[in-house]
């Protein structure tokens, strides 16, 4: 039975409450959550010898979470990743949305759902958020009530489940956007690491970071990670511009993926400490970010010092970059009378 403790952390300039959520195992495993953003704040798990660590980036202060653009932690959202040239049609219509990355629209823009406060709950042994996301919200159409369910249980898996329902058809593809260092947080590179992945084929990417819609198959290239390889391989090879990237930061095809299903994406794992995490969603991608730019753009860890890049490893689970203007890929457009229901897991243990 998860044990959940909560207090107020801090304040936005609004003067809206920042809450902070602890929910601990009965084995002494902790999560820390907070409400601004729906973000994962802390994850503390043993290593093979039984010693605890927490293994996510993140901040020491509350405000550090505001409009970062590592986007630690959060929930992001209305759409996860980038939509080429902020524009995108939907039912006939044409919408601009705001262009935040280099002419792109990414993770929902400036204001979307990572930098909001979520109203925030405990229900027995989970924790729920609720956003509502206004008609017009940053471009986009419909009113969209949307809920994230935190559970964390004593075998220590991290189960997200993402809800939302709309009043007009929208594309929606929300994603947890963790940093994982399983070595610790302030312990430095993650590039020792050791990935694997259920994916044979990837997008083809150009250098604007969208996809061609053409897959890729990955044998015999520096984006196999079928079988554990570290993440330093490849780092900065040619190939599908991850050298132009400054390292990973691609979308992966998951293998055998089926609507509504929960599905195998890959295991994350540390060879110092012997901790690892499986990851399973029922998206049918994930995206592998290996925390090219995090130097300069982090605020205070929570160990009081500073991000370098490859600090830690974003693996997050979603549908494909711009997949609303891709008719390839599945649609992430959810009308008004659909509900928008996807899991992650994340099992945190050790080998």
């Known amino acids: ?3 959940i403790e909560q207090h107020l952390w801090g304040m936005t300039p609004e003067g809206e409450a920042i809450v902070l959520y ?24 043993p290593d093979r010898e039984g010693r605890m660590a927490d293994v996510v980036l993140g901040y020491k202060h509350p405000e550090g979470y505001f409009a970062d653009s590592p986007f630690c932690g959060k929930t992001v959202g209305r759409v996860a990743n980038r939509i080429g040239d902020g524009r995108m049609t939907v039912d006939g219509e044409s919408h601009t949305l705001e262009r935040n990355d280099h002419g792109n ?3 929902g823009g400036k204001k ?3 930098d909001r406060v979520w109203e925030s709950r405990v229900e027995t042994n989970r924790v729920v958020m609720n956003l509502l996301s206004e008609e017009g919200d940053q471009g986009y159409p419909g009113e969209l009530n949307v809920e994230a369910i935190f559970d964390f249980d004593d075998d220590h898996a991290l189960e997200i489940t993402y ?27 993650v590039l020792d690491h050791e990935l694997r992945l259920n994916s044979s084929r990837v997008p083809e990417m150009t250098a604007r970071q969208l996809p061609t819609g053409q897959l890729l198959a990955v044998a015999d290239t520096p984006q196999d990670f079928r ?7 490849g780092i900065d090879a040619d190939f599908n511009h ?19 299903i929960l599905g195998e994406v890959g295991c994350l794992r540390d060879p110092q400490t012997g901790r690892q995490v499986e990851i399973l969603s029922s998206q049918p991608s994930v995206m592998l970010y290996t925390g090219n730019w995090l130097a300069g753009s982090t605020p205070e860890s929570k160990s009081g010092g500073r991000y370098d890049d490859y600090a830690g490893v974003a693996i997050e689970c979603q549908n494909f970059p711009d997949a609303v203007n891709r008719p390839e890929f599945p649609s992430p457009l959810l009308g008004p009378d659909e509900l928008y229901c996807q899991k992650i897991v994340f099992r945190f243990g050790t080998y």
């Open 1 to 3: 039975m998860t044990d």
């Open 22 to 45: 602890t929910m601990r195992s009965a084995r002494g495993a902790e999560v820390k959550l907070t409400n601004y953003g729906a973000t994962v704040v802390a994850v503390s798990v």
């Open 105 to 107: 629209h990414l993770h």
């Open 112 to 114: 979307g759902f990572a």
């Open 163 to 189: 809800l939302a329902r709309t009043s007009r058809t929208t594309p929606v593809n929300l994603t947890s956007h963790i940093y994982f260092n399983l070595a610790g947080e302030a312990s430095g590179s």
């Open 227 to 233: 079988h554990f390889r570290p993440l330093r391989d």
């Open 242 to 260: 991850i050298r132009d990237f400054h390292g990973y930061d691609h979308p992966f095809a998951i293998d055998g993926w089926h609507p509504n």
